[in-house]
Nanobody
Framework: VQLQAFGGGLVQPGDSLRLSCAAS????????MGWFRQPPGKEREFVAA????????YYAASVKGRFTISRDNAKNTVYLQMNSLKPEDTAVYYC????????????????WGQGTQVTVSS
């Protein structure tokens, strides 16, 4: 499956942004999806994950209550709605996929998108 993440940009603290990840090539609805991010100079870290049906979601503690992951299998797209953005949310955001369940471990995923930059700054 091929993944393309987009929707990043430069926003101010407190703003909202929605990232999208479009998938192609396989049956998207069979895949668990995850969002990860890599802040400048740091390791890649887990943000959120969602099951193939959308009924199961999981969030990193740092974003829980501010970010929402969702998916539209008819559009082969997974979303990350980010509210109340903080400067520490600045990172390159990646989407990832693997057939089956979902996980917070980047090693579990087989497919990765190219990343989209999110910068939160006043």
């Amino acid at each position: 499956v091929q993944l393309q993440a987009f929707g990043g940009g430069l926003v101010q603290p407190g703003d909202s942004l929605r990232l999208s990840c479009a998938a192609s090539g396989r049956t998207f609805s069979n895949y668990g999806m995850g969002w990860f991010r890599q802040p400048p100079g740091k390791e890649r870290e887990f943000v959120a994950a969602i099951s193939w049906s959308g009924s199961g979601t999981y969030y990193a503690a740092s974003v829980k209550g501010r970010f929402t992951i969702s998916r539209d299998n008819a559009k082969n797209t997974v979303y990350l709605q980010m509210n109340s953005l903080k400067p520490e949310d600045t990172a390159v955001y990646y989407c990832a996929a693997r057939q089956g369940g979902y996980s917070s471990s980047p090693d579990w995923y087989h497919y990765w998108g190219q990343g989209t930059q999110v910068t939160v700054s006043s």
